[in-house]
């Protein structure tokens, strides 16, 4: 189960940065080979390596690719903090998925440029709030509020919650998620 990244470069002239990351988790039901296509970087994280990018997953020529979000991680202290956040996702968050947080797509391993790589796939979830939370609708902050108490109670404690970079909302159809 193999997965081929294809990043976009911080320089246009350059080509795309390739790797190839295999998923270890033997019980999920993944084509043999995939791949994500990187489409606009979102965000780099300072002292350790992460790099958030938003693309399409090609799972099959016969579907359409996915919407996501792809969060690598670079070296061994951001593999394991992308590493972590998986297990959220595949834990205790699992029940959560598709209602209150996105779905996460997989997590894959391996070298990238000589580092050890971590990558997490979830479905795209909107673009982050930019607004003072006290100028958004009822409606949305009821529903943020659901969103939080239930990871809450899932028994995971959302330590960005105060950051609107990294809170990304999709609202439709009374469905929050983070």
Same mark, same amino acid.
């Given at each position: !189960?193999?997965? $081929?990244?294809? &990043? ?12 190839? &990351? *295999?998923?270890?988790?033997? %019980?999920?039901? =993944? ?8 489409? /606009?970087?979102?965000?780099?994280? #300072?002292? $350790? ?5 938003? +693309? /399409? ?12 979000? @792809? /969060?690598? #991680?670079? +070296?061994?202290?951001? /593999? ?12 205790? &968050? ?9 779905? @996460?797509?997989?997590?894959?391993? +391996? ?6 790589? #971590? @990558? ?5 979830? +909107?673009?982050? $709030? *930019?607004? !003072?939370? !006290? *100028? ?14 239930? $990871? ?14 990294? &809170?990304?909302?999709? =609202?439709?159809?009374? %469905?929050? *998620?983070?």
């Amino acid at each position: !189960m193999a997965l $081929i990244l294809s &990043l976009p470069t911080e320089y246009p002239l350059e080509t795309l940065q390739t790797y190839t &990351l *295999r998923n270890l988790d033997t %019980n999920v039901s =993944w084509p043999s080979e995939a791949t994500f296509h990187g489409e /606009k970087h979102l965000h780099a994280a #300072g002292r $350790i390596q992460i790099d958030v990018y938003r +693309g /399409k997953l090609t799972l099959s020529s016969d579907g359409p690719p996915l919407d996501v979000v @792809c /969060k690598i #991680g670079f +070296g061994k202290k951001a /593999k394991d903090r992308v590493a972590h956040e998986a297990s959220l996702y595949n834990g205790k &968050l699992r029940h959560l998925q598709g209602v209150y947080i996105p779905i @996460c797509h997989g997590y894959f391993v +391996g070298d990238a440029d000589g580092e050890s790589t #971590g @990558c997490l796939l979830v479905a795209y979830c +909107g673009e982050p $709030i *930019r607004e !003072m939370l !006290m *100028r958004l609708p009822p409606t949305f902050k009821t529903g943020l509020i659901y969103a939080l108490v239930a $990871i809450h109670d899932a028994g995971v404690e959302h330590r960005d919650r105060g950051s609107s970079e990294y &809170l990304g909302v999709q =609202w439709t159809s009374n %469905n929050y *998620r983070l």
